[in-house]
Nanobody, 129 residues
Framework: QVQLVESGGGLVQAGGSLRLSCAAS???????????MAWFRQAPGKEREFVSC????????SYADSVNGRFTISRDNAKGTVYLQMNSLKPEDTAIYYC???????????????????WGQGTQVTVSS
């Protein structure tokens, strides 16, 4: 069983920044460290969408076009934590943000929801105009 807990969400004005964290708890670290991780988001009335992913050692990352150049994903395997630094936030970034662990191994990271088997509970990000 893998437990993921997100934090760092909140209310921010357009143009501001937030840093999300996703911590793997307890005995899940040995599982966390060999899998790619990702952030997804879901806005009201919309489907959950890919935001960013990072492979197991941080050497490979990928971003949705809508956040590329504004968001940065990183991870600290010693702490069992993945981060999402969000800059130049826009009202359209408002959503619940979820972190997820991939079921897959390898050097790449993955963009499809179906590639992820464990999810956090989500953290709300609200960007006011």
């Amino acid at each position: 069983q893998v437990q993921l807990v997100e934090s760092g969400g909140g209310l921010v004005q357009a143009g501001g920044s937030l840093r999300l964290s996703c911590a793997a708890s307890g005995r899940t670290l040995n599982v966390f460290n060999v899998h790619s991780m990702a952030w997804f988001r879901q806005a009201p009335g919309k489907e959950r969408e890919f935001v960013s992913c990072i492979n197991w050692n941080g050497a490979s990352t990928s971003y949705a076009d809508s956040v590329n150049g504004r968001f940065t994903i990183s991870r600290d395997n010693a702490k069992g934590t993945v981060y999402l630094q969000m800059n130049s936030l826009k009202p359209e970034d408002t959503a619940i943000y979820y972190c997820a662990k991939s079921r897959l191994y390898g050097q790449a990271c993955y963009r499809a929801i179906g590639d992820y088997d464990y999810w956090g509970q989500g953290t709300q990000v609200t960007v006011s105009s």
